[in-house]
């Protein structure tokens, strides 16, 4: 019994150390050209899935998410609340929570090699595009009228993509690293 309860503390530990450092992820951004800036919440989305796997990556996205919601200024820009997942980049926000889920379950079949991790996150980061441009897509069209996928695409999607692609090798990179010291259990 008490073997489990201290898996059950580590796991809460975890959880909420990595809501944590998505929340301090999505605070470092770099302005962008066109509005929208860069920040590293990506990567610490991806890294939580491949280093907690799927079921405590969720649990940590969750919180996060849910910490946003209440007002808790966690997304980028130091901003919270329900308006701003119910804004135009709120569907990237709740396509973490998918991304976490599909990275994990492809990592637990595929295994952790490097290649394997960066499939599985180029599949979550896919996820979380298709939720966020839905999302984006159905918010500005409700507020300031209709526009059409290509143009919701080369604003929300496009100049992310390298971005993005960067952020997935370095998560990889310290989801290898992390597993080589084996601090964390599976």
């Known amino acids: 019994m008490a073997e489990k309860n201290r898996k059950r503390i580590k796991d809460l530990v975890l959880i909420a150390f990595f809501a944590a450092l998505i929340a301090v992820c999505s605070w470092i951004s770099v302005p962008m050209p ?15 899935a491949g280093i907690l796997g799927t079921k405590r ?9 849910i910490m946003g919601a209440i ?6 820009g130091f901003e919270g609340g329900l308006g701003r997942l119910l804004g135009v980049t709120g569907g990237y926000i709740m396509g973490f929570l998918f991304s976490v889920i599909l990275t994990g379950i492809i990592t ?8 394997a991790l960066v499939i599985s996150m180029c599949a ?13 897509m159905y918010v500005y069209t409700g507020s300031k ?16 993509i390298i971005p993005d692609i960067a ?4 998560a990889a990179s310290v989801v290898k690293a992390i ?6 259990p599976e």
Do not use: M
């Not at 007002?71 to 980028?76: D, K, N, Q």
């Not at 637990?108 to 290649?115: I, L, V």
């Not at 597993?179 to 964390?184: E, G, H, M, P, S």
């Open 179 to 184: 597993d080589k010291t084996k601090i964390i």
């Open 71 to 76: 007002g808790v200024p966690v997304f980028s």
């Open 108 to 115: 637990k079949r595929a295994g952790k090699g490097f290649p």
């Open 167 to 170: 952020k997935i090798l370095l």
């Open 57 to 65: 990556s969720a649990f940590a996205v969750g919180v996060y998410i």
């Open 145 to 160: 009228g209709a526009t059409t996928l290509g143009a919701i695409l080369s604003v929300s999607v496009l100049p992310f």
């Open 34 to 48: 066109h509005g929208v800036p860069v920040t590293l919440q990506t990567f610490a989305i991806f890294a939580a």
């Open 124 to 136: 979550g980061l896919l996820v979380c595009y298709a939720f966020g441009a839905a999302w984006f």
